[in-house]
């Protein structure tokens, strides 16, 4: 059974850092692409970010570029966002996402999400 | 950037059909993948590869892509159908992902 779960999130003043992860288990992590999707209170799905299968090829959205970052340690089995410069705006559950297949793929599984609050 | 516009909401009667659609430039030329949310869950496809129905999705669900818009149809439409629904595809200009801003389905 596929099991994505994130941790990482929590408060955190504008302009600051996170890191958030995302531990999978249940199937063969490197062959396939992930992404993360947020989703701010009572609003829709945004995606964010989308890597490889092998990390070798990255894709963020336009406001992620710059500050975010995705990255993930196939060895670990693990995918991680590492988030600067956050804003209010920010702020939103962010879930883990595979894709079924590598790479421009629909997403087949999802974590639960980890919140994070932008605020002072 | 490439944009996907759907309709805030849809009301439909249980046992009727519900038809949502999802709209944009020559969107019959991209792949669209169909999401449900229901309320405090994560999301989950219902409807990949334009039409295509993942194991375990009932047959009431269905998917068509053509010219400027593409549709998510649930026949026979059950009161456990209630959720948001969001379109999605792969914008290769922008090498983005693009979802679309979601349509709540109320069962009546």
């Known amino acids: 059974e596929v099991q994505l779960v994130e941790s990482g999130g929590g408060l955190i003043q504008p302009g600051g850092s996170l890191r958030l992860s995302c531990a999978a288990s249940g199937f063969t992590f490197k062959n396939f692409a992930m992404n993360w999707v947020r989703q701010a209170p009572g609003k829709g799905l945004e995606w964010v970010s989308a890597i490889s299968g092998n990390g070798g090829s990255t894709y963020n959205a336009d406001f992620a570029k710059g500050r975010f970052t995705i990255s993930r340690d196939n060895f670990k089995s693990t995918l991680f966002l590492q988030m600067d410069s956050l804003r209010v705006e920010d702020s939103a559950l962010y879930y883990c996402?595979?894709?079924?297949?590598?790479?421009?793929?629909?997403?087949?599984?999802w974590g639960q999400g980890t919140l994070v609050t932008v605020s002072s | 950037s490439y944009v996907l516009t759907q309709p805030p909401s849809v009301s439909v009667a249980p046992g009727k059909t519900a038809t949502i659609t999802c709209g944009g430039d020559?969107?019959?030329?991209?792949?669209v993948h169909w999401y449900q949310q229901r309320p405090g869950q994560a999301p989950a496809v219902v409807i990949y590869y334009d039409a295509d129905r993942p194991s375990g999705i009932p047959d009431r669900f269905s998917g068509s892509n053509s010219g400027n818009t593409a549709t998510l149809t649930i026949s026979r439409v059950e009161a456990g159908d209630e959720a948001d629904y969001y379109c999605q595809v792969w914008d290769s200009t922008s090498v983005h992902y693009v979802f679309g801003a979601g349509t709540k389905v109320t069962v009546l």
């Open positions: 996402a595979k894709e079924i297949g590598n790479f421009i793929h629909p997403i087949d599984s």
């Open positions: 020559n969107i019959g030329g991209k792949t």
